[in-house]
Structure formats: structure tokens, C-alpha cells
């Protein structure tokens, strides 16, 4: 069984707390149009470009000519000699395949590393894609006492099979009204609510977190959409963030041969995202910023 990560390093109380050594697997069910990880989204990771580099004749089969990249012909490609043979900086694949057991002695390997309440993270992506080679490895930190998150947007129907083995679970609740999301994010928020549900019964403590962002998610309606749908919960079990919009990941959309469709109207204040954690108060919910 094998686990791929687009990208892997330690953070401090951002994805959990403590330090954690944090794995973003690749592939996400998601098209969230903010993403900062876009080259996380496609199930195999895509060819990274930096143009600035990019040599013709890097690719012996022609599919770069005057420093561009035909990615239609890189799709009919199996040998792939821009990663191999002719190696460089203008193309690269981020993402790493490895054997569980090699992942599981990474993470082995850094346990003096977990101070501070820290330990694992798996997130995206969204790591329950990848779902038996994490359940395979949470069910190994849980058994070595090593502290889990796992961060995820919730809609995956087999997310409550690993809720034991889960110390810290973040779910990503975008938008309160099933139809915007389905209609923005190719998701609707069946399973999320069916999943929180579970995790509640279950007595699991749940950190749901909102991205804020301009056109989608900051006006009126959309505050009453997501208390309507929070309301359904018990509120002694959650604590809510709101995370304020960023363009960070722009130029890896670009890299990645996606379309980044946002632009300026997608930029939202601090006010604004105070506006929100205010309006969720004021209604009885814990809200916390890391």
C-alpha cells in the first residue's frame, strides 16, 4: 500500500496543536475556486511549470516550442523524460509516492519532534481520498500514542470509520447552503452534516473552520445559510474558525495548467471577517483564531 503527499513539514498550532509534522496528500473531490494548493486538486499531480525556465529542448517529443508547454501532448506521454532523463527546474512534479511503512517510519522517526501536544496531521488536498492508507496509518500512530489531526472537508461517507483513531478533527464547512456549495465547489453539504453528526455522537471535538471570501461566502444571507446549518449541531463539541481569504496560491495555478477565475471582488477585510466571528457569538457558538 502506497500514500502520495504533494507536500510534507512541521508546522506549530496551525493544524493542530503543537508541532506537527504535516502531510498534504494529493487529490481532492473539491474545485474550491480560492484554493491555495491547487496542485494538490488533481487525483495524479500535475507537471509543475516555471516558464522562466522551461527549455525546448527539454522534451524530446516537441511539446515545448518557444518556452510553452503543450500539456495535451505531456497527457499522451508515458515515459516522461522531462523528469528523468532530461531533468531540470522548468518542469518538476511535486508529489511523492512511498510505501506506508516508509511513511510510517518517517513519522516514527520524528516523535522527539511532537513537543508542545504536537504529532501528525494529514490533510490535502483531502486526504480521505487516499482513505486505506490513512486509516492504515492512523491506526498505527493511535496504537505508538502518537497524537493525530486530520483536516478535511468532511465529505467523504466513510469519514466516521476513522473517527477512533482521530485525536483532532478539523472540518472545512465552506458555505451553509448545500445548493452554493454544490454549485461553486462540485459538493453539496449532505455528507458534511451526516459526518458531523457522527462526530458528535461519537463525543469527538471538532474545529470547523469557514474560508471567508468575497462574492461567495461574506454577505448576509450567507451568515444566516451557515447558522441555519450549524444550528443542527450540538454546540458544547465545536469550535468554529474564520479564516480570512488570501491570494497566496496564485502563481501555482498558473504553474499547475488550472485557470485561477477569481479576482479582486474575492478580497475581504479583517473587518469582515471579525463581522463574522461577531454574528456567530452572538448566536451561542465558540469561536477561536490560531
Known sequence: MKLTYFEKGFNFSQDGPGNRLVYHLQGCNMRCPWCANPEGIPLEAPLMVD???????VCPYGAIRNGVLDRSRCAECADRPCLSVSRNQGITVRASTLEIDAVWQEINRSRPLFFGGGGV??????ASLQFEALSDLLRRCQAAGINTALETNGTNPRLPELYPYIDHLIM??????????QAVVGQPSTHIAANLTAAVSFGKNVLVRLPVVGGFNDDDQAKDDFLE???QFDKRFIHLEFL?????GI???????QEYTLDERARVST??????????RSAGWQ????
Request: without cysteine; hydrophobic residues 30%; glycine residues 8%.
Open 287 to 290: 469561536v477561536i483564531t490560531t
Open 271 to 280: 473587518d469582515q471577517v471579525r463581522d463574522w466571528q461577531d454574528f456567530m
Open 172 to 181: 472545512d464547512v465552506k458555505h451553509g447552503s448545500s445548493e452554493q456549495l
Open 244 to 248: 480570512r481569504f488570501h491570494e497566496y
Open 51 to 57: 516558464r522562466s525556465r522551461l527549455v525546448d529542448d
Open 229 to 231: 446549518f450549524m444550528n
Open 251 to 257: 502563481s501555482k495555478w498558473q504553474a499547475s495548467g
Open 121 to 126: 496531521t494529514f490533510t490535502g488536498g483531502e
